[in-house]
């Protein structure tokens, strides 16, 4: 199951110093809510993305705490200040202790 | 044997008085307990934030009626002016009526520039949203919004 997690990012391109920009992040995972019961009528356990956080050049800049009632293929966008160039990093962290990680440039004119 | 009746009046007010303070406090708690908000939900938000928070600041986003209760868009905005005095330091999302009653927490600071967040949750059944942001100075606060969902996605 883990072996098509895939992140997706999408950064705006053309940022100008000072601007305020959404970052949208995607990754697929079935986040299983470990409410759910298979043919036999056993629980399926769960397994989700329990965090996910975001980095500028190695100082965090948003974090998310998730639960199971987050959607399967967790989807999540926020804001950023844009005040420098450099690698935005994303790491989701799984209940196996899965980490999934990503970067991105940034580039502010 | 001395009756009611022979007691200073005084005494009789304040009885009187306090008879009414008693009811006042039941029927302002009565709406809290029969709303659907269940005990759950409460606690975890007392858990997350220790003051009591206040309506106001937060606008949540979300369908009035979501068809597929697997997959609801939600968006989160707080209005702050995200400074570096004066920002949103988190947002916690939280669903009244799902086996579990959180969704989300985020952790924001001066560097996000705007306090909005969307995320896609999952509701069992039709339900209240709750949302309560913490400032930087330690205030608290709250919207909910109502979303009747179709289909629960729970279970699914």
Known sequence: MSTDIKPRIRVPQGIKRGDVVEIKTLISHPMESGQRKDTDGKIIPRMIINRMSVALNGKQVFEARLEPAMSANPYLSFFLKCTQSGTLEFTWTDDNGGLYKASQALTVA | ?156
């Open chain 2, 1 to 156: 044997m001395t009756s009611l009746l022979h007691l200073p009046r005084r005494s009789r007010g304040l009885n009187r008085r306090q008879a009414f303070a008693a009811i006042g406090t039941a029927c302002a708690f009565a709406p809290v307990a029969a709303e659907a908000t269940p005990e759950a939900a409460r606690k975890l938000l007392g858990d997350l934030i220790k003051v009591a928070p206040k309506a106001g600041k937060v606008r949540i986003d979300a369908p009035e009626i979501a068809e597929n209760g697997n997959t609801v868009p939600v968006t989160v905005t707080v209005d702050s002016p995200m400074s570096p005095t004066d920002y949103v330091r988190a947002i916690h999302v939280i669903a009244d009526r799902n086996p579990q009653p959180g969704v989300a927490s985020f952790m924001l600071g001066p560097d996000n520039g705007k306090a909005e967040v969307q995320l896609r949750m999952r509701m069992a059944e039709s339900q209240n949203v709750i949302v309560v942001a913490e400032m930087s100075d330690g205030s608290a606060w709250t919207a909910t919004r109502e979303v009747k969902v179709t289909i629960g996605g729970c279970s699914t």
